[in-house]
């Protein structure tokens, strides 16, 4: 078996692992697991590092269990938060763990017959039936109310800075995952369990219940992960329209790709060691050649490939990147008329968008009254002709003079028409 501790050490992936870890995983085949909650049927790619931490385990001959927090989703942790989350219904949180299961089989193994074949569970079926009475009799006995308070997440909720304070519910969170950790030992043999850095309070907890459960001899592992940042500060994975999905119904392929594409240098380097399986002498490259000529972000480019193509598709990457060269000025009539509308929409979301009304467009119009007065993309059509004179404008990417005539054959998807005006200065023009 690969040292799958120092796998994750050389690219940056532990924060924090319990003595002894490394030894035990050196010598015995385990079974780790990541907790994930269910509050959408998609993953984002923030849960993606907890992905690619099982994807290691597996790898490295260990045997991965991704744990959909059912029950923990119908409580809300209370790690890194401010306030309480919305509780779940059952119905949703079945759908939700079917969706998350098809993201994740797109990195785990879940249907050979190998030993370390993956393993989804839902934490809810094995708490649902438990009574409140049973759950304090038999695991809250075992952990002081002194130990939690002195857990960070609880400090910080239950501190003179927090104007909320901290329910029941959400205290005794800690306690039903620790469970979770006592019931995957007890019944799937698990020895690890791992998450992220602002996890640590409560997998310990974990570990605690097991030994003062089963005895002290019982060995049970705990390993961090540091919480993802960007160079900048700012939050990683969120954009201005909010979380990167892998779904592609909440994020265009499209989207995805160019996320990953327009990270920093710096971030990039870092990235590509978290998110990507490329050996350490391929980064170590890749970093140098970066190195020598940055302008052609070839760390991006590789990081964007990779990740695209394993969530999504070899097919949507090609498109991502024949979109891509669209906006920058490579892109062809034929590029933008093979693209889906939402595509589209999400290359030139930030330009102008003039209306024009379908019965002027349909009652034929010219050319320079649509360019200057319907549109308003020229002042004058003054303007319009000296530019279109001088061969400096384009509709959806074919280069035109004041002789051509629009026609339905001009409309994209059935309304939409792309004016260039100059090099850069893009509109699109809907038909309305």
């Known amino acids: 078996m690969k040292n799958f501790v120092e796998e994750l050490r050389w690219r940056g992936m532990i924060h924090d692992v319990m ?4 030894e035990y995983m050196k010598q015995h085949m385990t079974s780790g697991y990541v907790g994930i909650d269910p509050t959408a049927d998609s993953l984002h790619i923030g849960h993606l590092v907890g992905v690619m ?42 759908k939700n763990e079917e969706g998350i299961k098809k993201q994740l089989a797109k990195f785990l193994d879940f249907e050979s017959d ?7 569970v839902n934490n809810y079926d094995w708490m649902k039936n438990f009574t409140f009475l049973e759950f304090i009799r038999d695991i809250g006995k075992h952990i002081t109310v002194n130990y939690m308070m002195a857990k960070e997440s609880v400090k910080k909720r239950i501190g003179a800075d927090s104007k909320s304070g901290m329910s029941f519910t959400e205290f005794s969170y800690q306690l039903v995952q620790g469970y979770d950790f006592l019931y995957l030992y007890e019944h799937e043999n698990c020895k690890l369990q791992m998450g992220g850095a602002d996890q640590w309070g409560n997998i310990t907890t974990g570990t605690e219940l097991i030994r003062r459960k089963l005895g002290h001899e019982n060995e049970a592992f705990a390993l961090t992960c ?12 969120k954009t201005e329209s909010g979380n990167v999905w892998l779904d592609p119904e909440r994020t265009s392929p499209y989207e995805f790709y160019q996320f990953w594409l327009n990270v920093s240098d710096e971030d990039a380097e870092k990235y590509i060691k978290i998110f990507t399986l490329l050996s350490r002498e391929e980064i170590e490259q890749l970093i140098e050649e970066h190195k ?11 990081l964007a490939k990779d990740i695209t193509v394993r969530v999504h598709s070899e097919a949507d990457y090609q498109a991502a990147v024949e979109a891509s060269q669209i906006l920058f000025g490579k892109g ?10 939402r595509t589209l929409l999400d290359i030139f979301k930030g330009v102008p968008q003039p209306e024009v009304s379908r019965a002027d467009f349909e009652a034929g119009i010219g050319l320079l009254d649509f360019l200057a007065g319907k549109t308003g993309i020229f ?40 004016v260039q005006k100059g090099k850069k200065n893009y509109f699109l023009v809907k038909i309305v």
């Open 114 to 120: 190998a030993d370390n074949r993956a393993l989804l």
């Open 379 to 418: 002042k004058s059509n003054g303007e319009a002709r000296r530019m279109l004179k001088d061969r400096a404008v384009m509709i959806n990417k074919n280069r035109i003079d004041e002789n051509y005539s629009l026609s339905s054959n001009d409309l994209l998807k059935n309304r939409y028409i792309l």
């Open 292 to 302: 020598k000529a940055p302008h052609l972000r070839l760390l991006q480019k590789t």
């Open 53 to 94: 931490m099982l994807k290691h385990l597996q790898l490295a001959g260990h045997r991965p269990i991704a744990l959909v927090g059912g029950a923990t989703g119908m409580i809300g942790d209370p790690s890194g938060k401010s306030q309480e989350r919305n509780l779940l219904d059952e119905a949703t949180l079945r």
């Open 332 to 341: 062809t009539t034929e590029m933008l008329q093979k693209l889906d509308e």
């Open 226 to 237: 540091p919480l993802i940042t960007k160079a900048d500060g700012g939050k990683f994975g």
């Open 19 to 22: 003595p002894g870890t490394e």
